[in-house]
């Protein structure tokens, strides 16, 4: 949650990309006015994103994510309808309590989709090109960053909170990422 509040307000100061520290980035990112991922056919993750500190599009990122009892507008009616009544009694359920992704990548995609943005989102295989699910493939002896990655990929989300405390293997992609940043493994 805090986390996405910062990169919102980064972005709306105009102080460039926000790229997660567990994003490896395999060249320069493009310099293009928005610069944002699909993860998976149905949602774009914000570990790197970039936009004009302007645009409608981060103005209501920032409304809705400064807004300690925002209700979320993809809910079903009858739900929704719940929260407000709640937010009029004084009783509003806070977004901390919310589930995870709600001002973040759940958010994003509603709003881009909203404000039929889509057409700014790369294609999976360039932020993206391994999800969530197939993060054991970092740990996987005999594969390289070539057999995840497309000629496409300008950089990977290594999805930290897959990766404590799990030996690293040598000649493994995360071997090859580790080795490259000029790191060691012991």
Known sequence: ?????????MLQADMGAWIDADV???????DT????GWENDTSINGAVLRMPAQCALLQALCKAAEDPTFIPPWLKRSRKEKLRWRKRLG????VTKMPWGTIGPMLLTHLIAEMELGDQALPI????????????????????LKDI???RTIAIHLWNSLLR??????RSPLAEIIGAAGGHLE
């Open 24 to 30: 490896y980035c395999l060249r320069p990112l493009p």
């Open 1 to 9: 949650l805090s986390s996405d509040i910062y990169r919102y307000r």
């Open 165 to 170: 405390k799990r030996p690293v293997p040598a």
């Open 149 to 151: 990655t497309t000629h």
């Open 125 to 144: 295989d360039f932020l993206y090109p391994l999800s969530y699910g197939n993060t054991n493939l970092l740990f996987e002896p005999g594969l390289s």
């Open 91 to 94: 009783i509003a359920k806070p």
């Open 33 to 36: 006015e928005y610069l944002l």
